[in-house]
């Protein structure tokens, strides 16, 4: 979908480092969600949110951090602390309510040099 | 904790063959079960899905089942071809009604 980007489409992180992935939607959408994607594994939730100001962790969030300051903007900042943080990462985001379809962004590969 | 089982983790398949990828679900307050398709490097699509107060739903070659008591739901895709080859993920509400569960995935290959 278009409508939702996510920058950059690859990144690298060096030991010790905090790095940011940018997430963007122009859907009007209310919630927004991270996963992360390793091989044979799925998507894993990190975190999601529902309305601005308010996140919640998902399954994985140690070693994560997410702001929600804008309806259209989710950073996900991946810290020091991700002590494995090698994976393919996808944003998405639904209209509110129960079962809303999720669109997904084109994901950003993040690897440690 | 809610989880979703899916399988087989691959399939593969003729050209022109039917293929069916099953999903398991933990939580029966689960409503709503999507399945995204994922070709490789790209991002999951959604391409078709199920609410609980249906019990089929078809879409031209793709149909998904859904067996609410027996807590599982299958997608099936009919008349195969190469370009249905990629990933699979059955997904399902969670409790909450928050937040979808995926399954591990169905790599999917379609030989011509």
């Known amino acids: 979908d278009g409508g939702i980007t996510q920058s950059p489409k690859y990144l690298f992180r060096k030991e010790g480092q905090n790095v940011t992935l940018s997430c963007e939607q122009n859907?009007?959408?209310?919630?927004m969600y991270w996963y992360r994607q390793d091989p044979g594994q799925g998507l894993r939730l990190i975190y999601y949110?529902?309305?601005?100001?308010?996140?919640q962790k998902g399954d994985i969030a140690e070693g994560y951090s997410v702001s929600r300051e804008k309806k259209e903007s989710f950073p996900l900042t991946v810290t020091s602390a991700q002590k494995n943080p090698t994976a393919f990462y996808l944003c998405?985001?639904?209209?509110?309510?129960?079962?809303?379809?999720?669109?997904f962004g084109d994901g950003t590969r993040l690897s440690i040099l | 904790g809610e989880n979703v089982e899916q399988h087989p983790s691959t399939l593969s398949v003729q050209e022109g063959d039917s293929a069916v990828i099953k999903c398991t679900y933990s939580?029966?307050?689960?409503?709503?079960f999507p399945w995204y398709k994922q070709e490789l490097g790209k991002r999951p699509q959604l391409i078709i899905d199920?609410?609980?107060?249906?019990g089929e739903k078809k879409d031209q070659r793709i149909a998904v089942t859904l067996n609410k008591t027996a807590k599982h739901f299958s997608l099936h895709i009919t008349e195969t071809q190469p370009e249905d080859s990629a990933v699979y993920f059955c997904?399902?509400?969670?409790?909450?009604?928050?937040?979808?569960?995926f399954g591990k995935g169905t790599t999917l290959s379609v030989s011509s």
């Open positions: 998405a985001s639904s209209n509110q309510g129960t079962g809303r379809p999720q669109h």
């Open positions: 859907l009007n959408h209310d919630a």
């Open positions: 949110s529902q309305i601005v100001n308010d996140f």
């Open positions: 939580d029966s307050a689960s409503n709503y």
């Open positions: 199920i609410r609980s107060n249906v």
């Open positions: 997904a399902a509400l969670n409790q909450a009604g928050t937040a979808l569960i």
